[in-house]
């Protein structure tokens, strides 16, 4: 008997927190403090994926912003270009194995070139803690 799929859609969070490539790196790391994320999407102004950015990336260039007294940079001058997204429609259990090796710890879920959502690590280690407990429920 075939398990049934479990889609990354089930799991996936809502789009709640995006930058713009014209956000200041200051303003990024403050967000992604307060709202406790790892990093977030940067989309265009169509909600299309250019790049994503990270607690680290803002770290680094903080750093050398302070070291170099550098001007205040912009998260494009920062932002991780070659980003990967899954669709909302893969198996949870295949982004699970891609998830365990040295792979992003989140992932921007994309749909028609857009971006509908994010899924994290926490979210994929759910998702498998509750298959397993449950037989393929979830809540």
């Known amino acids: 008997m075939m398990k049934p799929k479990i889609l990354v859609r ?7 927190l995006y930058f713009s490539p014209s956000s200041s790196v200051e303003n990024v790391a403050a967000t992604l403090v307060k709202h406790r994320e790892l990093g977030a999407p940067v989309l265009d102004e169509h909600k299309r994926l250019i790049g994503f950015v990270t607690e680290q990336d803002c770290m680094k260039e903080m750093l050398n912003d302070s070291y170099y007294a550098q001007e205040h940079q912009l998260v494009s ?5 070659r980003t990967v997204s899954v669709g ?3 198996d949870i259990t295949h982004l699970a194995e891609e998830m365990a090796g040295p792979k992003p ?3 921007p879920v994309c749909e028609d070139g857009r971006v509908i959502g994010i899924i994290t690590r926490g979210d994929v280690l759910r998702a498998l803690t509750q298959i397993r407990n449950q ?3 979830h809540t």
């Not at 089930?10 to 709640?16: A, C, E, K, P």
């Open 135 to 137: 037989g393929h429920g």
């Open 88 to 90: 909302p429609e893969e």
């Open 105 to 107: 710890k989140i992932y």
């Open 77 to 81: 001058d920062i932002m991780s270009r």
């Open 10 to 16: 089930d799991y996936m969070r809502s789009l709640s």
